[in-house]
């Protein structure tokens, strides 16, 4: 079983860039793969971007050209480097493991999550 921490967030201007951490402990990023969602007050968790651990990813739409996910195997950590903010990307995000490496945006196919981290985007 893999515990997740996220890191990174914070409150940032609209246009301006954040990077987010996703560090792992109990198992190696090497048998998951990595998701990263967000929710907004009132909306549903909606997904933003995976990567399997051999470092194929996905975007959503939403993010796609704005947003980078990558992967440090050494560190057992993943990324989330976000650009060009808009407020509408204020959010708590977590991250999440996937044993089944699906590849995609369902939280239900995650199993191990994360406890969130806040991003507040001013305009």
């Known amino acids: 079983e893999v515990q997740l921490v996220e890191s990174g967030g914070g409150l940032v201007q609209a246009g301006k860039s954040l990077r987010l951490s996703c560090a792992g402990s109990?198992?190696?990023?090497?048998?998951?793969?990595i998701g990263w969602f967000r929710q907004a007050p009132g909306k549903e968790r909606e997904g933003i971007s995976c990567?399997?651990?051999?470092?194929?990813?996905y975007y959503a739409d939403s993010v796609k050209g704005r947003f980078t996910i990558s992967s440090d195997n050494a560190k057992n950590t993943v990324y989330l480097q976000m650009n060009s903010l808009k407020p509408e990307d204020t959010a708590v995000y977590y991250c999440?493991?996937?044993?089944?490496?699906?590849?995609?945006?369902?939280?239900?196919?995650?199993?191990?999550w994360g406890q969130g981290t806040q991003v507040t985007v001013s305009s």
């Open positions: 109990g198992s190696t990023f090497d048998d998951y793969a």
């Open positions: 999440a493991a996937d044993p089944r490496q699906l590849l995609r945006l369902w939280p239900s196919e995650y199993d191990y």
């Open positions: 990567i399997s651990s051999e470092g194929a990813t």
